[in-house]
C-alpha cells in the first residue's frame, strides 16, 4: 500500500484527513479513489495538484506509476509570471 | 508519463558562450513586426467602450445610433458571447474560471471596475470607431465600491459577486463574502515554536498594486473566414492556451482557430490572459472583414491586470543565537474584480528559503474593484518576502547578528522539508549567500545618510506540456521549430545554442522560429521561468531524436550496423571498438543523400517536463537618502543567483538586471491612485513612474550554477527570482541609511519625509 | 472628415500622403507610409518609443501633428542603417545584448544617435540623463548604457 500524504492546505476538502494508505498503482488511480473518497477535493484534483513520489515532484503527470512502497505527497501546483 | 532527462556533465563548446540572438538584427533595425505592426487589406478598426464606474449593474445598452453610424460594420456587448458555467482551467500560474473569463472579456450583469468592457465596435477608421462608442447608449445603477483589500474583508464591505462563498472555510458560510478563498499551509506545533524563542518580532505591511509595465500595448488581429475558420495575431505569451481560451468562450473547434504569435514587447506574465482577443474575432466574424484592435496605454492600466495590492503581517521568533523557531504570516491579497489572485503562490514561497519546524501561513483571496489581477514575475512574492525580508533584518539587528549570516544560520538546503509538502532538491541558496559575503560590495565603505540591505528570494519554477520539432534540411542546416514563445528573454538563441551543442554544429547552422497553433502540439505560457527549461528539454529531446535516425540513416548508407556508428561533432564516425571501419559523412552530407534514402530527417519531441529547479537569489543594495526631500537614491546594486547553468550568459545577466530594475520601481515609486470614486487617477506613465535610466546604476551580476539534476544542461529558469529581493532590500537599506523602518510600499519620496518627520518628533520607534 | 494632402520627406525619400487632422506623425508613420519600426508606447509622450528626428531634432512623434510635418525632413529607425551596414550602434546594441523584447529599441537607438551627435564623449552620466526619456523595462538599462559608450568610443575612433 502506498502511503499518501496530503499537505495541510487540503484540509478543508477532506474533512481534516492527511494521512491514508491506498493500494494505487498510477497518478491518475490514485486521483480517481480520493475523488471518490472526498467529492470537494475533485475541482482541485483536476486542475490544482501536484504529486510528490518518493522526493520526485510531478505536475499534470496522470500515467506516472506508484508502487506499493511508495512515499506519495500531494500539494498545491505553482507556476508562474 | 512524464518527462525527466538528467543532467550530464560535458564539455561544452556552444552552451555558454554569448552569441548574437537570431531575432536581434530585426530588433535593430525596425524590421521586427509585433502585434500591432500587422495588418490585412480591407482591415476594420475595433475600438472598446468601458465602464466609468467602478462598480455598477448593467441595466441596458442601446447600440442602435452606433450601428446606424456610416463606416460601423459591426457592435457586439454581453449578448453576442454565451454564458460560461464556472469551470476551472489552468492558465499557468493563475487558475482561471471560464465563467470569470467570459465576463471580464465583457461585462453582463455588472461592471467591476473603472474601465471594464461594455461594448465593442468596428469601423473603417479609428476615428469612426471612437465616434460609434459615444453613441452607445449604456443605463448604469451605480453601486458602492470598496478598494482596500482590508475594507473588502469586512462584514459589511459592499459585496461585488452574490454567488461567492468563501472557499476552503468549514463549515461552508451562508453569506457571500469579497473572500473568495482561504487557504492554510502550515507545519509543526507553532505555539510550541514561539514559547521557545528568546525574540519575537511582529509587523504589518501593505502594498499597492503595481503593473507589468511592458511597453507595448496589447494588441491583436483578427480575420474570420465564412466556413468558420479564424486567422489571430497577437502579442501573447502562450498562443496555444489564448487559442484554448478563445475557441472555448467563442463556443468553436480549437482546431479552427489559428493563432500567430507575434513578436512579443513585454509580457511578464501580464500577457498570460486573454483581453480584446474574442471580441476582434467576434466583431471579424459579424462584419466579414478583419479586424485590428490595438489598446491605448490608458486603456492597459485602466483594464488589465496588475499585480495585487495586500496586506500581510509576519511575525517570526528565534533563540538568542539567532535560530528561527517559528514564523506564522497572514497575506490578504486583492484579486481584482474575479477571484484568483496569486496569493496561492506567495503562500508557498513565504518561508521557503528557511528551514523552520514551526510554520503557519493563511492567505486570503480578495475581490475588489479594480481590473482582475493578472501575473507579474514571480506572481506574489515580492510581496510577501517585502514582509519577511524585512522582519528577519530586524531580528539580526536586535541580536547584533550580521544579516547574511543570520540566514546562513537558518538557510534551506538540499533536503530540507518544506512546509507546502515536498522536500527541497539540490539547490544553490548557501551558495549565493556566501558569495555576497565575500563580494566586495559587502566591504566598500559607507558615507552619512547611506545605507546598506540585503534580501534574499526563492521561486519554484515550472515545467508543463512543450512541443517541438526540427528538420534536417538539405544543405545541412538545422531549422527548430518552438512552441515556447519568446517572451523576449533570448530564449530562441539558448534553444539554438542547446541544439548545435547537440549536433556539434556551428551556431549560425540552426535557425529557431516560433511556430503558430498549427505547426505544433501543445505548449504552454512561457511563463514561470520555464521557456529554457521546458523548451530547452524539448528542443534537446527533438535533436536527439533526429541523430538517432541520422545515424540509422548512415547506417544503412555504409551498410554498418547501428552501434557502430558514432554521432561527435557534426559527423556520423565508426564507433570505437567497432565491428567496421567506414568513411563518416558530415550532416550535410547525410542531409544531401536524405531524400533519395528514404526521406527527410526530423525530430519531434511532446513531452510534460518535470523536474524544474528552485532558484534562489541574494541582493545587496546601497542606498542614499536625501533628508530634504525624501528621494532615495541606488547607489549600488549587487545580484548574486542560482541559474543551475547559463547557456548564455549575456541574456540570463539581462534577466537578473531586468527584474531587479523592476523591483526598484515597485519599491520607491509605482502604484495606483484612485479617487472616491473608484476611478484610476494615474493611467499614464508620467504619473506611474516606471525607474527611467537615470534612477539605476550599472547592477552587477553574479551567477552561480548549482546544475539542476534533471534538466540535460542543468538549466533551472532565471528569469523571475530577482524582482522578489529588491523591496525588502531597499528597505532595509533606508534603515541603515537613516533609521527609519517603512513597512507601505512604495517608499516614495512623501513616505519617506513623513516617516523621518515622525521619527524626528519622537512618534515612531524604528 | 477631409483629409489634408501632405509632403514631406522621410529617410531621404520624398513622400506624400494624407491624413486626417488629429492623425499623429507617428500615426502616419505607422498607418499610412507602413513604417512600422517607430513604435506607440503610451501616445502621450512619456516612453519615447515613437522617437524619431524632425530636421535633424529629436521628437515623439506622437506629440505632433502628420499635418505639421508638411515640408520637412525626418529620420525614423529605418533609416539608420546605410544599406547592408548596420550604425555602430545598433551594432553594439546586438554585440552587448542591449535588447532583449527590442520595442523600445528603436526609439533608444534613434535617441542615442542624438545624443551622440550633440555629445560624442559623455559619461556615464550624461547618457543615463540623456537617455531618460526612454523607457525600458526589459533590460535595466545597464546593457544598453555600456552599448552607448561603447559606440561612442568606436564612433571617436578612440
Not at chain 2, 523552520?356 to 512574492?381: E, F, L, M, Q, S
Not at chain 3, 502628420?66 to 525614423?76: N, P, R, W, Y
Amino acid at each position: 500500500m502506498a502511503r499518501i500524504s496530503l499537505s495541510n492546505e487540503l484540509k478543508p476538502y477532506t474533512g481534516g484527513a492527511t494521512r491514508l494508505a491506498l493500494d494505487v498503482a498510477s497518478v491518475r488511480q490514485l486521483f480517481e479513489v480520493l475523488g471518490e473518497q472526498y467529492p470537494d477535493l475533485c475541482p482541485y484534483l483536476e486542475t490544482g495538484i501536484a504529486v510528490a513520489i518518493d522526493g520526485e515532484i510531478y505536475q499534470d503527470a496522470l500515467l506516472q506509476p506508484i508502487r506499493g512502497d511508495s512515499d506519495v505527497l500531494l500539494f498545491t501546483k505553482i507556476a508562474g509570471g | 508519463m512524464s518527462t525527466m532527462v538528467k543532467y550530464e556533465e560535458k564539455p561544452l563548446k556552444v552552451v555558454g558562450t554569448r552569441p548574437i540572438r537570431p531575432d536581434g538584427v530585426d530588433k535593430v533595425t525596425g524590421r521586427a513586426r509585433f502585434a500591432a505592426d500587422y495588418s490585412l487589406p480591407g482591415q476594420l478598426i475595433g475600438k472598446v467602450l468601458r465602464s466609468p464606474h467602478a462598480h455598477a449593474r448593467l441595466k441596458s445598452i442601446d447600440t442602435s445610433a452606433a450601428l446606424a453610424l456610416p463606416g460601423v460594420k459591426a457592435v457586439v456587448t454581453r449578448d453576442d458571447f454565451a454564458d460560461m458555467a464556472s469551470e476551472f482551467a489552468a492558465s499557468g500560474e493563475l487558475t482561471i474560471n471560464f465563467r470569470d473569463v467570459t465576463r471580464n472579456m465583457m461585462a453582463r450583469e455588472k461592471v467591476f471596475y473603472d474601465g471594464h468592457p461594455v461594448a465593442a465596435v468596428a469601423a473603417t477608421s479609428e476615428s469612426i470607431a471612437r465616434a460609434a462608442l459615444k453613441l452607445i447608449k449604456v443605463e448604469y445603477e451605480v453601486l458602492p465600491h470598496v478598494i482596500d483589500v482590508v475594507e473588502a474583508m469586512k462584514a459589511d464591505a459592499p459585496i461585488l459577486h452574490e454567488q461567492q462563498f468563501t472557499d476552503g472555510v468549514t463549515p461552508k458560510p451562508d453569506k457571500p463574502s469579497n473572500i473568495a478563498k482561504r487557504m492554510v499551509f502550515a507545519r509543526g506545533d507553532l505555539e510550541a515554536g514561539f514559547k521557545q524563542a528568546d525574540l519575537i518580532i511582529e509587523h504589518e505591511f501593505n502594498t499597492k498594486p503595481v503593473h507589468q509595465g511592458y511597453i507595448e500595448p496589447q494588441a491583436c488581429l483578427a480575420s474570420y473566414s465564412e466556413d468558420g475558420q479564424v486567422e489571430l495575431w497577437t502579442g501573447t505569451q502562450g498562443h496555444f492556451v489564448f487559442r484554448a481560451q478563445c475557441a472555448k468562450v467563442l463556443q468553436m473547434d480549437t482546431g479552427k482557430l489559428r493563432v500567430t504569435p507575434t513578436e512579443l514587447g513585454g509580457g511578464f506574465g501580464g500577457k498570460n490572459n486573454i483581453y480584446g482577443e474574442p471580441l476582434a474575432i467576434a466583431l471579424s466574424r459579424k462584419s466579414q472583414r478583419p479586424v485590428k484592435m490595438v489598446m491605448t496605454r490608458e486603456e492597459v492600466f485602466r483594464a488589465t491586470g496588475p499585480t495585487s495590492g495586500a496586506n500581510v503581517k509576519v511575525k517570526i521568533g528565534c533563540t538568542k543565537d539567532g535560530r528561527i523557531v517559528a514564523a506564522e504570516a497572514e497575506l490578504n491579497f486583492q484579486a481584482g474584480a474575479f477571484a484568483g489572485s496569486s496569493v496561492g503562490m506567495a503562500c508557498p514561497c513565504t518561508f521557503t528559503r528557511y528551514d523552520i519546524d514551526n510554520v503557519r501561513v493563511v492567505g486570503h483571496d480578495v475581490t475588489v474593484n479594480r481590473p482582475k489581477v493578472a501575473a507579474y514575475r514571480a506572481p506574489g512574492a515580492p510581496i510577501i518576502v517585502f514582509g519577511v525580508e524585512s522582519v528577519i533584518d530586524e531580528l539580526a539587528k536586535a541580536l547584533a547578528i550580521d544579516p547574511i549570516e543570520f540566514r546562513l544560520k537558518n538557510a534551506a538546503k538540499e533536503g530540507t522539508q518544506t512546509y507546502y509538502g515536498p522536500k527541497l532538491g539540490p539547490i544553490g541558496y548557501i551558495e549565493t549567500l556566501t558569495k555576497a559575503k565575500a563580494h566586495p560590495h559587502y566591504r566598500a565603505p559607507l558615507g552619512p545618510n547611506q545605507g546598506r540591505g540585503v534580501a534574499t528570494g526563492f521561486w519554484f519554477n515550472i515545467g508543463m506540456e512543450t512541443s517541438s520539432r526540427l528538420n534536417v534540411n538539405e544543405d545541412g542546416t538545422v531549422t527548430l521549430i518552438m512552441g515556447t514563445v519568446d517572451v523576449a528573454g533570448g530564449s530562441r538563441a539558448s534553444m539554438a545554442m542547446m541544439v548545435a551543442e547537440e549536433f556539434g554544429i556551428a551556431y549560425d547552422r540552426v535557425r529557431p522560429v516560433i511556430g503558430d497553433t498549427n505547426a505544433l502540439g501543445f505548449n504552454f505560457i512561457t511563463a514561470g521561468s520555464r521557456g529554457t527549461f521546458a523548451g530547452g528539454m524539448a528542443a534537446v529531446l527533438s535533436a536527439r531524436e533526429a541523430i538517432g535516425k541520422l545515424r540509422q540513416r548512415v547506417a544503412q548508407i555504409r551498410e554498418v550496423a547501428l552501434e557502430d556508428v558514432l554521432w561527435k561533432d557534426g559527423v556520423a564516425q565508426p564507433a570505437p571498438g567497432g565491428a567496421k571501419q567506414f568513411a563518416p559523412m558530415t550532416l550535410a552530407e547525410i542531409a544531401r543523400m536524405a531524400g533519395k534514402t528514404g526521406g527527410s530527417i526530423s525530430g519531434q519531441s511532446e513531452i510534460n517536463a518535470q523536474g524544474a529547479g528552485p532558484g534562489f537569489c541574494t541582493h545587496i543594495v546601497d542606498v542614499e537618502v536625501d533628508k530634504q526631500t525624501g528621494a532615495v537614491k541606488i547607489l549600488r546594486y549587487t545580484i548574486v543567483q542560482d541559474v543551475g547553468k547559463a547557456i548564455h550568459p549575456a541574456y540570463v545577466e539581462g534577466q537578473m538586471q531586468g527584474a531587479a530594475v523592476q523591483g526598484i520601481g515597485w519599491s520607491l515609486n509605482e502604484e495606483y491612485f484612485y479617487g472616491a470614486d473608484g476611478v484610476l487617477q494615474n493611467p499614464g506613465f508620467l504619473d506611474y513612474r516606471v525607474p527611467v535610466a537615470s534612477d539605476v546604476p550599472f547592477i552587477d551580476t553574479v551567477i552561480v550554477e548549482v546544475p539542476n539534476p534533471n534538466h540535460p544542461y542543468g538549466v533551472r529558469g532565471c528569469g523571475e527570482v530577482s524582482i522578489i529581493p529588491p523591496i525588502a532590500a531597499i528597505s532595509n537599506a533606508i534603515n541603515n541609511a537613516v533609521g527609519i523602518r517603512l513597512r507601505n510600499q512604495p517608499m516614495s519620496p512623501p513616505a519617506v519625509l513623513k516617516a523621518l518627520g515622525e521619527a524626528a518628533s519622537g512618534k515612531t520607534k524604528s | 472628415m477631409a483629409k489634408h494632402r501632405v509632403s514631406a520627406t522621410v529617410n531621404g525619400d520624398a513622400v506624400e500622403f494624407l491624413c486626417e487632422t488629429q492623425q499623429t506623425l507617428l500615426d502616419v508613420l505607422r498607418d499610412e507610409l507602413h513604417l512600422t519600426g517607430t513604435k506607440e508606447g503610451c501616445g502621450t509622450g512619456d516612453c519615447g518609443a515613437c522617437s524619431v528626428t524632425v530636421e535633424g531634432r529629436l521628437m515623439c512623434s506622437c506629440l505632433m501633428l502628420g499635418v505639421e510635418a508638411a515640408g520637412k525632413s525626418i529620420q525614423t529607425i529605418e533609416g539608420m542603417a546605410q544599406g547592408e551596414a548596420l550604425h555602430p550602434l545598433q551594432r553594439k546594441f546586438l554585440e552587448h545584448a542591449a535588447l532583449q523584447c527590442g520595442v523600445c529599441t528603436p526609439g533608444f537607438l534613434i535617441a542615442a544617435r542624438s545624443l551622440l551627435e550633440r555629445n560624442p564623449d559623455p559619461s556615464e552620466e550624461e547618457v543615463r540623463y540623456g537617455l531618460a526619456g526612454n523607457l525600458c523595462r526589459c533590460t535595466g538599462y545597464h546593457k544598453i548604457v555600456e552599448a552607448v559608450l561603447d559606440a561612442a568610443r568606436e564612433m571617436r575612433g578612440a
